[in-house]
């Protein structure tokens, strides 16, 4: 016998009376935890006064807390916000906007959020010289003066658009210096339009680049431009575009949304995204820039050429004296200009009337006059201060010269973090952001965003210290500074973050800014479309109009306005670039939602974007004006989407649509794309076997997905069902909940590739990216199709040899995360 043994048996009376004594003990301490137990739940309800008792499962109480989160959202508080940001111009690295961040942080604060505090970068930063404006002077073959830009808007409604700097008109990053050259239409400046130029012979070199915005970024417009070899360019607004009703007064601003006919839109034309003199890295004060603004010039971040944007009167100046063979038949819209008189050398409006201008490609005047844009400014990095001025024998040819003045510096701006902590995962955070930097007022982009994001703020801790409910895990609340000149708050904070991200952030959630009043609208992956549509069929309609014709949701009108191939589900295309979600999916691989409203239009955006007449009037007068009913409603929404992935047990995300995407749309899209090339059969093979491979790794995927889906389903079902049942919380927590969290998460997670894409080293989600063609756009497979690209204009057999298997290799990186999330899925290795 052991010895353990022997003396257990020695011991046997005093064992026996320690374990009586323990029972004893055991039924003490568990009615004591019992009676702790009940009388805790007695409190958890009386702290629920809208929960009646005869609620019993969680579904129930999510959907009481729905409602009542979901009226608190009070439009009259959203006005209030509106009118207090939007007081005075406030541009990234202001004073101004610094008023702005201390509003927020004293409102935050007001409301309850937990740690409010400021998250700061020393950033490059450009502005102009508000002392004196950005011009465009015509003079005739004798020097005298026929036309002269003021280079700002005019004020409308002084009440709202006192400030001295609020209509100048400028380009963020643009260059400084005087340039001169013959004027080219260029019409979109889109890669197909300088391709047309070439086939008729019109060269840029040494010109002036004529563009129109929409259809893509501008700050490729001027890249395009100066890669052709523009010295300078001037992007307009087209009345087509802008002005679709005509320019009557009675048709535009103030009477309308239209834009009226001095206005122009401001904007960055920064190449990339974040602090150009530190890009992948966080632009900390105490971490070394590894790009001094030459260098960025050089690589392309920030342009050589002065470029500045002008009204649709003023580019009818350029229009009509323009020479050269009349464009292209898509290349003209039907601009709508005003009969003119000149008297001296003020312009005045003679008459209202709409004629159709005959568009011409130039280069140069048909009367000789000489149109000038004398650039000149300077570059301010930290006190040195640098004067940069184009080659003198420029102006020895002077035909085209204008006048711009623009700022580069180094300077602060400051992310606004608010926090309410969740009651069971604190450490797992569904991220709301806003930006609240403008070009100028900025009531619609940003701050009507900023205005409900405060708003939502307010109702969640309306609704907990109301109900007591409290989010089951952390709602992190951001206000992100410096978008406006190139997504930089966001992406630094991004860079500096992007472990803890990857690890803790289960979802972000972005809006940037109303677009329009006609319908709700969102970008996001395929794995989060069931869940929008769930979300938006809670929602009221705010439009009166809808309700009478039987649409009562946002969902309704979703799906009528924006309609898909896929049956009772709306449109919802990847998110491209253009706001602050971006750094979360492409580079931390987060999953995100990006939403508005907008309406059904060819244009990018609204007409009045970026110009000085985004003030509240417009919101309250023209945009939103039964009630803040709109902006109301994407409140809600946006609180409501946030308690889902808050409080849900099984995090509402769709691997199965996710998969499905893969195979039956992006994976057949590629074999499209690969089968032109297959007359290159040994070049080609490589690429088109590892495409057989790809679909095999995806067919996979979707069946482990169905299957992960339903138990899923099954445990969420009995959770709800029974809470409290401490044996299925550690079944749920130890295996399904924690499955879900950790798998499905990871499972977006093995998108990302650290190595970047070759060509964009920011871009590192393999399924989706920004498009290089056009930094709004999302782009699927990027590194698989810009391989593709370069294969089609190989012109040897070696090339192609090589770039087949560069194509194969891309594709494999896309397989091998494929083969990652069915991995994440099982079990077992």
């Known amino acids: 016998m052991p010895y353990v043994g022997i003396g257990a048996q020695k011991d046997s009376k005093n064992s026996l009376l320690g374990t009586s004594m323990l029972k004893v003990y055991g039924i003490v301490v568990l009615t004591i935890f019992l009676t702790l137990a009940i009388a805790g739940l007695g409190k958890h309800h009386s702290l629920h006064p809208s929960i009646q008792p005869k609620l019993e499962t969680v579904s129930d109480i999510h959907d009481t807390i729905s409602n009542v989160l979901i009226s608190n959202i009070n439009p009259e508080n959203i006005i209030n916000n509106l009118r207090r940001f939007t007081k005075f111009p406030h541009i990234a690295g202001t004073d101004a906007n610094k008023k702005v961040a201390d509003d927020i942080i004293q409102l935050w604060n007001d409301i309850g959020l937990e740690d409010v505090h400021m998250n700061s970068y020393d950033v490059l930063l450009s502005h ?18 026929l036309f002269k830009s003021t280079g700002i808007s005019p004020v409308i409604i002084p009440s709202e658009q006192s400030s001295k700097i609020a209509g100048h008109q400028w380009l963020a990053y643009s260059a400084s210096g005087k340039v001169s050259g013959d004027v080219v239409y260029c019409n979109r400046g889109l890669p197909q339009d300088f391709e047309n130029l070439k086939r008729m012979n019109i060269s840029l070199k040494a010109k002036i680049a004529l563009m ?48 009226p006919n001095e206005a122009v839109q401001r904007g960055s034309i920064l190449h990339g995204n974040g602090d150009p003199l530190s890009p992948l890295y966080p632009s900390r004060p105490e971490l070394f820039k590894s ?3 030459e260098q960025a010039r050089r690589e392309g971040i920030i342009p050589k050429i002065p470029a500045m944007p002008i009204s649709y009167t003023t580019a009818y100046q350029i229009l009509s004296r323009l020479k050269g063979r009349p464009v292209p038949q898509p290349w003209q819209d039907k601009l709508l200009i005003l009969f003119v008189v000149v008297d001296h050398l003020n312009l005045h409006l003679w008459c209202l009337s709409a004629i159709n201008v005959t568009y011409r490609t130039g280069p140069g005047f048909q009367q000789g006059d000489k149109l000038t844009m004398d650039v000149h400014g300077k570059l301010k990095i930290k006190q040195v201060v640098l004067w940069i ?31 309410i902590r969740g009651k069971d995962e604190p450490d797992r955070y569904v991220i709301l952001g806003n930006h609240y930097d403008a070009w100028v007022y900025g009531s619609i982009d940003p701050n009507s965003g900023t205005a409900i994001l405060t708003e939502v703020a307010n109702a969640m801790m309306h609704t907990i210290n109301k109900t007591g409910w409290r989010p089951a895990r952390t709602i992190m609340f951001t206000a992100w500074d410096g978008e406006e000149h190139g997504i930089i708050g966001s992406t630094e904070f991004v860079e500096e973050f992007t472990d803890i991200l990857r690890q803790r952030a289960v979802i972000y959630l972005n809006m940037d800014c109303l677009h329009g009043n006609s ?72 999953p995100v939602v990006d939403f508005t409203f907008k309406n059904v239009t060819t244009y990018d955006t609204y007409p009045l974007y970026h ?19 709109v902006h109301k409603a994407v409140g809600q929404f946006w609180a409501e989407i946030a308690r889902v992935f808050t409080d849900e047990v099984v995090l509402p995300f769709n691997s199965t649509e996710l ?23 040994s070049a080609i093979h490589p690429a088109v076997q590892q495409l057989a491979y790809m679909t095999k790794a995806a067919q996979e995927f979707l069946h482990l997905s169905r299957k992960f889906e339903r138990i899923m389903y099954f445990t969420y079902n009995a959770f709800s069902q029974n809470p409290f049942d401490s044996r299925h919380i550690m079944a749920v927590n130890e295996r399904l909940m924690k499955s879900k969290r950790f798998r499905t998460n990871s499972i977006h997670r093995c998108f990302i590739n650290p190595r970047g894409n070759t060509n964009a080293p920011q871009s590192r989600h393999v399924l989706y990216s920004v498009s290089e063609q056009d930094s709004y756009s999302s782009r699927q497979m990027a590194a698989v199709y810009d391989a593709i690209s370069t294969f089609s204009k190989a012109d040897t057999e070696e090339q192609r040899i090589k770039l087949g298997a560069t194509i194969a290799y891309q594709m494999s990186i896309v397989q091998y995360s494929i083969y990652c999330s069915s991995n994440t899925l099982k079990d077992l290795i």
């Not at 184009?390 to 926090?419: A, P, T, V, W």
């Not at 869940?531 to 946002?554: A, D, F, M, W, Y």
């Not at 998969?659 to 057949?668: K, V």
Request: with cysteine; aromatic share 12%; proline share 7%.
């Open 291 to 293: 790009l001094t603004v």
């Open 611 to 629: 110009t000085m007449y985004e003030t509240p009037f417009l919101n309250e007068h023209l945009f939103d004006t039964d009630g803040f009913a």
């Open 659 to 681: 998969a499905a995407a893969i195979l039956l749309d992006y994976i057949p899209k590629l074999g499209e794309a690969l089968a032109p090339l297959k007359f290159f059969h």
């Open 212 to 259: 129109r915005f929409g259809e893509g970024f501008r700050g490729d417009k001027v890249r395009r431009a100066q890669e052709n070899g523009a010295i300078g360019a001037i992007i307009f607004s087209d009345p087509d575009d802008v002005a679709r009703n005509g320019i009557d007064p009675g048709d535009v601003y103030p009477n309308t949304v239209w834009m």
């Open 519 to 590: 319908s709700f609208y969102a970008r996001s992956i395929p794995s989060l479309h069931r869940t929008l549509v769930e979300v938006t069929k809670r929602i009221p309609n705010p439009s009166k109009s809808e309700r009478e014709k039987g649409r009562h949701t946002l969902y309704d009108t979703w799906l009528k306005t924006f309609p898909s191939s896929i049956q009772e589900q709306p449109d919802i295309p990847i998110p491209g670039a253009g706001s602050d979600h971006v750094a979360f999916l492409t580079y931390a691989g987060v």
């Open 389 to 419: 001025f184009f080659i003198d024998h420029l102006l020895k040819i002077m035909e085209h010269r204008f006048l711009s003045r623009s700022q580069l510096f180094c300077r602060k701006i400051r992310n606004i973090i608010g926090y």
């Open 128 to 145: 102009p010289d508000f002392t004196t404006p950005n011009t465009i002077t015509i003079e005739d073959a004798k020097g005298k003066q």
